[in-house]
Structure formats: C-alpha cells, structure tokens
C-alpha cells in the first residue's frame, strides 16, 4: 500500500516537473537586436518587448517579433503604354523599412503585396503621362515622384519608403532598333560636324599665323630701312662736318687763286707786299725770303712807299 503510495507521488512530482519545465520555456521567449516584440495577451495588443530576454505569462500571451531592418520588395516587370503609344516593358524595387511595428501589424495585412500593387499602379500612371523620349531621361524623376507617392501612402502603415529605383525601361525591339540607328546618324553627324569645325578652326589658324608672320616681316624690313636710312643719314652727317672742318680752307684758297688767276690773265705787272696773304697762296714765300732787301733808288717812283716785289 506505502509503495503504491509512493510511486505515485514520485509519478506526480514527475508530472509537476515537467508542467514547471514546459511552463518556464514558454514563459521565456528571446527577441533579436534588429527585432522588436509585439505582446498580446488573449489575442490584443497588450506591450512591446525589446530586444533580447523577455518573459510573458505562459498560455495568456503571445509574442510577435517584427524585423525592423530596411528591406526590399521587388516590383515585376509589366507592360506599361506612354503617352505616344509605345508599349514598355518597365520593373522597379522598393526599398523600405518598419518605424512603428504596431502599425506595421495591425494596419495592414500583407505590407509587401499592398506596396508592389501600388507601385505599379502609380508606375503605369507616371508612365501613361510621358513620351517615350521623356521616359527613357526622366528616370530620376519617375524614381522620386514615385518614392514621394509611396511614401505617403505607407505612412499610415508604419512604414517609410526609403528609396524606389526603376530598374529597365525596355521598349520593343522594332522602337530600339529604330532608336539604335537615330542614334548612329546623330553620332556620325555630331563626327562630321566636330571635323569640319576642326578643318576650319586650322584653316583660322592657318590663316592667323600667315597674316602675323608677314606683319612681322613688314614690320622687320620697315624697322631695317628706318635704321639704313638713320645710317645714312649719320654717315651723311659725318662727312659734311669732315668737309666743313678740313675743307673749307683750301676752297677759300682755291677760290682766290681763280680770283689771281682771273686777274693775272691781263699780263698786268701788280706790286704785291712781301707780307701779303697773296704771297702764301702763291707758295713764293720762300722766294721773297731768298731775294735780298735791295737798297732803295730815290729815282724810283716808290721810293718813299713801302716795300714791294713786282709780277
């Protein structure tokens, strides 16, 4: 009877510890560091568990964990019509990331399908409202209208739109082999007309240098003549001060022995002072000196005038 009494007391407490067991782990729960937990106790939202150990209330609450990291949804390509009728193939990816796990919970049931239904909504109407032209250069543009749009429209889910990039805009094959061929012809014209500005920018230049070598040239052998002529000149000089200094002496000399020899023409004996100038123009000062002083005849008409030599 005492052993039966035992067994199943050791039965019991066994039973106990494995209740206390199985509670304790479901009262224990761990949340990560990039997670939050949302507790709800008999399905409400009753608080909020941080990250790393967290006890709850074993068969009463319940724990949610949330990730809070920034994270990407892919939006599939689809057909898309511009606003001049060209049918693109466009795809895009959304990257967003949770700032009220509540929100992020309890406003919405399946964020990731709400956010790629409604990129591609406001994709086909950015799209609908340009050109093909104005599609394939306004990328950045569509990128920020359409984060703008979703950004707004996710605020009251809790979440934040950090970036949307459209990744291809592929229109069909006949519009990119049309696109491929306006843009060798643009390519080849912008070639031509880059070599024909580069001929003529060297045929200015051609020109320039010709027309500065030959002022050069012009200004040379004007600058040249100038310093010929300021030679000349300067010689010219020289020599008429050369005449004027060592010259004008004999002129005057030769100038009177044409007067004497004008006037020797008549054979006319003239009585010329033994001291006169005429005598050195003659050159018969030595003559003069060699003749002796004769003495004077009182007969002589010049007797009593002053000394003189007869020619």
């Not at 994709?123 to 104005?134: A, K, P, Q, V, Y």
């Not at 004008?262 to 100038?277: E, F, R």
Request: aromatic share 6%; charged share 25%; net charge neutral.
């Amino acid at each position: 009877m005492d052993s039966n009494v035992n067994v199943l007391v050791l039965v019991w407490l066994f039973v106990i510890v494995i209740f206390a067991l199985v509670t304790l782990a479901r009262a224990a729960r761990t949340v990560k560091q990039y997670e939050k937990g949302l507790i709800t106790r008999l399905g409400k939202y009753h608080a909020m568990a941080q990250s790393g150990l967290t006890f709850i209330l074993p068969f009463v609450d319940d724990i949610v964990r949330v990730d809070m990291r920034e994270q990407v949804i892919t939006v599939p390509p689809q057909k898309l019509i511009t606003k001049d009728n060209v049918t693109v193939e466009v795809d895009a990816v959304v990257y967003y990331k949770v700032i009220d796990p509540v929100k992020s919970q309890y406003e919405v049931q399946d964020f990731g399908y709400a956010c790629t239904t409604l990129a591609q909504t406001n994709l086909r109407n950015l799209i609908g409202d340009r050109t093909l032209d104005e599609t394939l250069v306004a990328r950045d543009m569509i990128n920020t209208n359409l984060r703008e749009v979703l950004d707004e429209a996710t605020n009251n889910w809790g979440c934040k739109v950090t970036r949307v990039e459209v990744q291809k805009i592929e229109p069909p094959r006949d519009i990119t082999d049309a696109m491929s061929r306006q843009m060798k012809a643009e390519r080849e014209k912008r070639a031509a007309v880059l070599e024909a500005e580069g001929i003529k920018q060297s045929q200015i230049l051609q020109a320039e240098g010709k027309k500065q070598s030959e002022i050069l040239k012009a200004e040379g052998d004007a600058q040249a003549r100038i310093t010929r002529a300021n030679a000349e000149a300067e010689a010219i000089k020289l020599v008429s001060n050369a005449a004027e200094t060592y010259f004008k002496e004999r002129a005057e000399t030769m100038r009177r022995l044409e007067v004497l020899n004008n006037t020797l023409a008549q054979n006319t004996k003239y009585i010329v002072p033994s001291n006169s100038s005429l005598v050195n123009v003659l050159g018969l000062d030595g003559a003069v000196q060699a003749i002796p002083k004769a003495a004077p005849d009182a007969s002589s008409p010049t007797a009593s005038g002053p000394a003189g030599r007869s020619l």
